[in-house]
């Protein structure tokens, strides 16, 4: 008499990267085959809209798309993904394909510079200033010149704290996690046995997620809300005052 077995019953074939990927067992990784690079070309969104700039990983299958100030507002997955990329490698191409956004939006600044319209204009000699007035800015840019030493070194480890500030956050099942800081993505992170069997939109709903979440812990602030010493405002208010010789 014929036995019948199940699909994963003993004496039958362990299952191959191909059934894990159909989403029918569990991914065995010591067993994992490499991408079959070619099969299909990834199956990928159109271009971001007007505003957005777009880069994408080496393999293509993975894009991510990032405002004028640098924050992720959408993610591609292809939908055979899995085809051109391992799952382990996904958090990788996540931050490969945000890097690459980043740097098409540093380029469209660079193009966007527009040198021909800046004027120098060299003033002319200042009028004559008189002494008593000169030798008291000269005493009062002394003592500022004292005074502003130590309110540029608390200002540039402010201004270095806010450069170098970072932000970590996972999206809404703790699948993918994302660590930005201004203007730049640190590091990407994504659970390779969730991303081996799971729909190519739950990824690119975690991911968008944790992009997010993480830009929103850090905030909007900027160096330009740190504010600079009073003491180097002055001293430039004083040496218009000597350039120009006016009085106060």
């Known amino acids: 008499m014929m036995s019948t077995r199940g699909r994963y019953s003993s004496g039958h074939a362990r299952p191959t990267a191909d059934d894990w990927r159909r989403g029918f067992a569990e991914p065995d990784f010591e ?8 099969r299909n070309a990834p199956n990928t969104s159109p271009e971001p809209g007007p505003g957005a700039f777009s880069g994408a990983d080496d393999s293509g299958a993975i894009t991510v798309a990032v405002d004028r100030a640098g924050r992720v507002v959408d993610v591609t997955i292809a939908q055979n993904w899995r085809n051109y990329i391992t799952p382990r490698a996904l958090g990788q191409a996540l931050l490969t394909a945000a890097g690459n956004a980043i740097v098409e939006l540093v380029a469209e600044h ?10 120098v204009k060299v003033p002319t000699a200042p009028t ?6 000169y030798y008291s800015v000269l005493n009062e840019m002394a003592d500022l010149l004292t005074r502003a030493g ?13 450069l170098n500030a970072t932000a970590t956050a996972a999206g809404p099942n703790g699948r993918v996690s994302v660590t930005v800081a201004r203007g730049r993505v640190v590091e990407v992170t994504a659970d390779s046995r969730w991303a081996s069997h ?13 992009f997010r979440a993480a830009a929103r812990q850090l905030g909007d602030t900027d160096i ?6 009073a003491s180097l405002a002055r001293l430039q208010e004083l040496v218009e005052h000597l350039a120009h010789g006016t009085r106060d």
């Not at 067993?31 to 070619?38: K, L, M, S, V």
């Not at 070194?153 to 201004?159: K, N, S, V």
């Open 31 to 38: 067993d994992e085959e490499p991408p079959a690079r070619g």
């Open 110 to 119: 660079v193009e966007g510079l527009d040198l021909d319209p800046i004027i």
């Open 128 to 133: 004559a200033i008189p002494s008593e007035d």
């Open 150 to 162: 130590r309110d540029l070194e608390i200002y540039r480890d402010e201004a270095e704290s806010v």
């Open 198 to 210: 799971v729909r190519y939109t739950e990824i690119r709903s975690e991911a968008l997620g944790a």
């Open 224 to 229: 330009t809300t740190v504010q600079k010493p």
